[in-house]
């Protein structure tokens, strides 16, 4: 294990299933302690308990990101198990109503609670979790957040509202709070897996698309190696960037960064 991560602190939104989970069991496998934070039920306890069995320090927390309550609660308990917190992944995301290969959709065709959804997911939660959570990091002097987005091209392609100005306004938010939150030592950077990847949000019908037209489905650890650089000493500095994983290795090669997982 060359990365030795023990005593580093992290914790992750959407961290019971997908891309979530891997990057927790990626972290952990190097020593790292990890709270994984989801909507409570079966599907958390069951990623908890798959975790804890490997003998990893994990925990787990209920943490709706769309709830103020929940949240300002995650924070609290947080606060009361640990004394710092060295990494924050802001990963809870959806894509429900994202009709996408239908020609005949438009965006009028989208009922409201699903776009309210979404953009309440995915870039207002973004908003609350690192609300509550990066307080804990000033007090400490400094830390690291990491913003699971999506492709540019995701982002602006039809059938991509509201998914895609959802994370784009992520995005935005991300590069303000790494200039605002620089000076206090706090490192703020995207990453995403660059790609159509099999995850939660994935359907019956979206799956059959990409196999019909034989395009790739990328394994929810393609952004593992991402994070586990992120979490290193090697990243130490490194705010305000946008990582794409399937290229990680080119985007090393172009800093002439030579980094081994």
Not at 28 to 42: C, D, E, F, M, Y
Not at 145 to 174: C, D, L
Not at 190 to 216: D, K, S, Y
Request: aromatic share 8%.
């Amino acid at each position: 294990m060359s990365i030795n991560l023990k005593g580093f602190t992290v914790l992750i939104t959407g961290g019971s299933s997908g891309m979530g989970f891997e990057m927790a069991k990626e972290l952990l496998s190097h020593g790292a302690t990890v709270v994984i934070g989801a909507r409570g039920g079966p599907k958390l306890d069951n990623a908890y308990e798959k975790l804890a069995k490997e003998g990893y320090d994990v925990y787990a927390v209920p943490l709706d990101v769309r709830d103020e309550e929940s949240v300002t609660n995650a924070a609290t308990w947080f606060n009361e198990h640990f004394n710092h917190l060295d990494m924050l992944i802001n990963n809870a995301g959806i894509g429900t109503g994202m009709e996408s290969n239908n020609p005949d959709h438009q965006f009028y065709d989208i009922p409201v609670t699903s776009f309210k959804a979404i953009v309440e997911t995915n870039f207002i939660g973004y908003f609350l979790v690192s609300r509550a959570f990066v307080p804990m990091m000033v007090k400490n002097g400094g830390g690291r957040v990491v913003n699971v987005s999506t492709s540019t091209s995701t982002m602006t392609r039809r059938g991509m509202i509201p998914y895609g100005p959802s994370r784009a306004a992520a995005e935005t938010m991300s590069t303000i709070l790494s200039e605002e939150l620089h000076d206090l030592g706090i490192m703020v950077n995207v990453i995403c897996p660059g790609g159509f990847t099999e995850t939660g949000m994935t359907t019956e019908a979206m799956r059959e698309f990409f196999h019909q037209n034989n395009l790739p489905i990328l394994t929810p650890d393609v952004m593992n190696k991402t994070i586990l650089f992120l979490a290193s000493p090697k990243a130490e500095g490194l705010t305000g960037e946008k990582i794409i994983g399937k290229e990680f290795d080119e985007w090393l090669k172009s800093r002439n960064i030579s980094f081994k997982d």
